[in-house]
C-alpha cells in the first residue's frame, strides 16, 4: 500500500526539542521530493519545509528558518523534521506529504499525504 | 508571500444542489511561457489529511468524481460540486504553486449540508 506514517510527536515545553519522522512505503521513495505542511489546531495549512529526492536542495518557511531542519535517509525511506527552540505557536498537527511529480521537475502540490502527528508546545 | 483569500468562508448547500467554492490571488498564477494556472485545490474531511482533487486549476486528480471541476484563470478561480453529495461535506482549500518555495494555501471554506 501506497502510504506516508508519521511519528515522534507529543507535549514539549517551550524551548525544547522534538524530532519527527516519517515512514514511506509502497512507492519509491527516493524518485520524489517532500515536504512538510502542518495545521495549527482548527486552522488551515502551513507548508513548513521541502528536501529534494537527493537532498541537494532544501528550504523552510521564514516562520521556522533557523530552528527547524528537514532531512532524509533513502535507504531506510525516510524523511526527518528536527524541530528545535519550539515555541507556542509551533503547535500543529505536522503532514508529511509527497510533491506529485517523480521527475526531474517538481510540481510543489502534493499528491500523497500522511495523516499527521500532533506537536504541542506548552508549559 | 502571494495571498490566496477563499470565499465564501463557509457553505451550506442542499444534496443534488451545486456548491461553488472561490479562491482569489493577490498577483498572477499564470505563468505566460506555457499557459499554466499554478492552482490547485484539496479536500479535507474531520480527522483526516488533505486530499488532493485538482491540480493546474482543472485537471482532475485519478480516482476523483467528475461532479468535481475547476476553473478560472490568472487571479481568480473556482471549484464547483456539480451535484452535492453527503460524503463531500469537508474544509476545501485551494494552493498556489507559481511562488516557490513560498508555496501559500488559502484559509479554507468549510461546506455543509442545508
Known amino acids: 500500500e501506497v502510504q506516508l506514517v508519521e511519528s515522534g510527536g507529543g507535549l514539549i515545553q517551550p524551548g525544547g526539542s522534538l524530532r519527527l519522522s516519517c515512514a514511506a512505503s509502497?512507492?519509491?521513495?527516493?524518485?520524489?521530493?517532500m515536504n512538510w505542511v502542518r495545521q495549527a489546531p482548527g486552522k488551515g495549512l502551513e507548508w513548513v519545509s521541502y528536501?529534494?529526492?537527493?537532498?541537494?536542495?532544501?528550504y523552510y518557511a521564514d516562520s521556522v528558518k533557523g530552528r527547524f531542519t528537514i532531512s532524509r535517509d533513502n535507504a531506510k525511506n525516510s524523511l526527518y523534521l528536527q524541530m528545535n527552540s519550539l515555541r507556542d505557536e509551533d503547535t500543529a498537527v505536522y503532514y508529511c506529504?509527497?510533491?506529485?511529480?517523480?521527475?526531474?521537475?517538481?510540481?510543489?502540490?502534493?499528491?500523497?499525504w500522511g495523516r499527521g502527528t500532533l506537536v504541542t508546545v506548552s508549559s | 508571500d502571494i495571498v490566496m483569500t477563499q470565499s465564501p468562508d463557509s457553505l451550506a448547500v442542499s444534496l443534488g444542489e451545486r456548491a461553488t467554492i472561490n479562491c482569489k490571488s493577490s498577483?498572477?498564477?499564470?505563468?505566460?511561457?506555457?499557459?499554466?494556472?499554478?492552482l490547485g485545490w484539496y479536500q479535507q474531511k474531520p480527522g483526516q489529511p488533505p486530499k488532493l482533487l485538482i491540480y493546474?486549476?482543472?485537471t482532475r486528480e485519478s480516482g476523483v468524481p467528475d461532479r468535481f471541476s475547476g476553473g478560472g484563470s490568472g487571479t481568480d478561480f473556482t471549484l464547483t460540486i456539480s451535484s452535492l453529495q453527503a460524503e463531500d461535506v469537508a474544509v476545501y482549500y485551494c494552493?498556489?504553486?507559481?511562488?516557490?518555495?513560498?508555496?501559500?494555501f488559502g484559509q479554507g471554506t468549510r461546506l455543509e449540508i442545508k
Open positions: 494552493q498556489q504553486y507559481y511562488t516557490t518555495p513560498s508555496i501559500t
Open positions: 498577483q498572477t498564477v499564470l505563468y505566460s511561457s506555457n499557459n499554466k494556472n499554478y
Open positions: 506529504a509527497r510533491d506529485a511529480s517523480a521527475g526531474a521537475t517538481d510540481y510543489w502540490y502534493f499528491d500523497l
Open positions: 509502497g512507492f519509491t521513495f527516493n524518485h520524489y521530493s
Open positions: 528536501i529534494s529526492s537527493t537532498s541537494s536542495a532544501i
Open positions: 493546474w486549476a482543472s
